[in-house]
């Protein structure tokens, strides 16, 4: 499985972005993909998800940091996944990373390679 992550770059504090993700490779359900970000010298940190649930339903998480300004969708005609990230702030700035197939612990088996967001003050 490979996926390519695209659309960071340098915006102001206030500004939006999207981020896509395009999964290819072995199938893979865009309802277990989501995103994660590493802030220079931090932990890398949930940021949105989706997660399957009982008879093909599924439900999203995001983490309280972006409640309310980032927004994930998925076409999976597309095997895309996209992160709308709206009134960005400096705290926003890190590496965002793509992710697929979560295991029962709670782990992403697949990566992809990470695209910077850079938000000035």
């Known amino acids: 499985v490979q996926l390519q992550a695209s659309g960071g770059g340098l915006v102001q504090a206030g500004g939006s972005l999207r981020l896509s993700c395009a999964a290819s490779g072995r199938t893979i359900s865009t309802a277990d993909m989501g995103w994660f970000r590493q802030a220079p010298g931090k932990e890398r940190e949930f940021v949105a998800r989706?997660?399957?649930?009982?008879?093909?339903?599924?439900?999203?998480n995001y983490a309280d940091a972006v409640k309310g300004r980032f927004t994930i969708s998925r076409d999976s005609a597309k095997n895309t996944v996209w992160l709308q990230m709206n009134n960005l702030k400096p705290e926003d700035t890190a590496v965002y990373y793509c992710?697929?197939?979560?295991?029962?612990?709670?782990?992403?088996?697949?990566w992809g390679q990470g695209t910077l967001v850079t938000v000035s003050s």
């Open positions: 989706f997660t399957t649930w009982s008879g093909g339903s599924y439900y999203v």
């Open positions: 992710v697929a197939k979560r295991t029962s612990s709670g782990e992403y088996v697949y």
